[in-house]
């Protein structure tokens, strides 16, 4: 067992003094009370070796993200006599931007780093928004040019990098994120980095809002989310409305901009069943069906039977016959498409429509009418 020992100097080089609770932890009572946040880099060294833990971030970036930067990191470093172009050894606790900035002025180090938050930073779940928040991408870049300069050491869990200092996988806050593990004279100190931001964290069980397991709930289809939240009444009733309209192959966390527009229109109407709300509304829907299986629009229907029971109407633009033929009132534009329509054909009730030999859409309906009869007739029969 090694004896080597090692100081540990934490250097502070900047601060968000205008940070909320709420933005430290999730659910927080008093979410709005101010909650000032420092920031630092930490230097291990004993006669034989120093290292630094983590290169934190630049004035430029601190600009970007509203924080103070009093002074560079490097700059701190000097300022206790150590070159940072000159140190051997970096470890990087994670790749978000307050600990992996500033990677340029450390042109001689080699960086330790977890295999899987290269993975994590460089891969699909950064296509959501929230997780790719904490992340800056050009620092992320400057870790890939340091991996094909051969300036990257790659670990897969626990490891001892030099006596008496060991890293230590914990993911949570980052898929790859680690902790370091410092043999001092009057015993062993972690330093956690992030898996740990607070006192409040681990003392109270306050849960810090950045973690990697809403990776695995935004990739999750609705259908995937109502079972894996059982017991959660809240949740549950809002992923139920999105199957209701028939989304519940969508992922929460797919883009907007990607749905369809019939999507679109069903996520708000599942948006507005979901919320409480009063007084009686119009909605205009324009094909809402589009992409929907027979069943799901059985269900959309239900949706649309739920509106009209509390007091709501609705104008749908629509080519489906099954919708067609559950309206009240039907208005039949044509009698072909573009140039050769935008003219009204037939009104009234699909069975009225159905009767008008001018409407190619009452030609289609009154087969759909004759086939619906025809199964009645044969169920009355049996």
Not at 280 to 302: A, K, M, N, W
Request: aromatic letters at 8%; one cysteine or more; a neutral charge.
């Amino acid at each position: 067992m090694s004896r080597d020992t090692y100081e540990i100097l934490a250097l502070k080089y900047g601060e968000f003094t205008q940070r909320r609770r709420y933005e430290s932890f999730i659910a927080a009572d008093d979410h709005d009370a101010p909650h000032p946040i420092d920031y630092f880099v930490w230097v291990v060294r004993n006669s034989s070796r120093t290292i630094v833990v983590d290169t934190g971030f630049d004035a430029v970036e601190g600009a970007k993200r509203g924080r103070k930067v009093m002074r560079a990191p490097a700059a701190a470093l000097e300022q206790i006599g150590v070159a940072a172009g000159n140190l051997e050894q970096v470890v990087i606790t994670h790749l978000h931007y307050d600990h992996a900035g500033t990677l340029g002025a450390f042109p001689k180090a080699r960086f330790h780093l977890q295999a899987a938050e290269m993975a994590y930073a460089t891969g699909p779940c950064m296509c959501h928004a929230h997780l790719r928040h904490p992340f800056t991408a050009e620092h992320v870049c400057d870790m890939v040019k340091n991996v094909y300069s051969g300036r990257v050491v790659f670990h897969d869990g626990d490891t001892e990098i030099a006596p008496g200092i060991s890293l230590h996988k914990l993911g949570g806050h980052s898929r790859g994120l680690q902790c370091v593990r410092v043999a001092t004279a009057t015993g062993p100190v972690v330093l956690a980095s992030d898996a740990s931001h607070f006192y409040e964290n681990f003392e109270k069980g306050k849960v810090f809002p950045i973690t990697i397991d809403i990776a695995d709930v935004l990739e999750m289809t609705v259908r995937e989310a109502f079972t894996f939240f059982r017991g959660q009444k809240k949740a549950q009733t809002k992923l139920k409305r999105l199957m209701d309209v028939g989304l519940d192959y969508i992922r929460l966390g797919q883009p907007a901009n990607t749905l369809s527009g019939g999507e679109a229109q069903r996520l708000k109407l599942a948006g507005y069943l979901s919320a409480k709300r009063r007084g009686r509304c119009l909605f205009l829907l324009d094909e809402p069906t589009t992409g929907l299986h027979f069943s799901d629009i059985v269900q959309l229907l239900d949706c649309f039977t739920a509106l009209l029971d509390a007091g709501h109407s609705l104008i749908v633009v629509e080519h489906n016959l099954a919708v067609i033929r559950a309206a009240d009132h039907v208005i039949d534009l044509g009698p072909e498409a573009a140039e050769g329509g935008g003219r009204i054909v037939a009104t009234g009730t699909p069975e009225a429509v159905s009767r008008v030999k001018e409407s190619i859409t009452g030609r289609y309906l009154a087969a759909a009418l004759a086939h619906d009869e025809a199964q009645r007739a044969r169920v009355i029969d049996t």
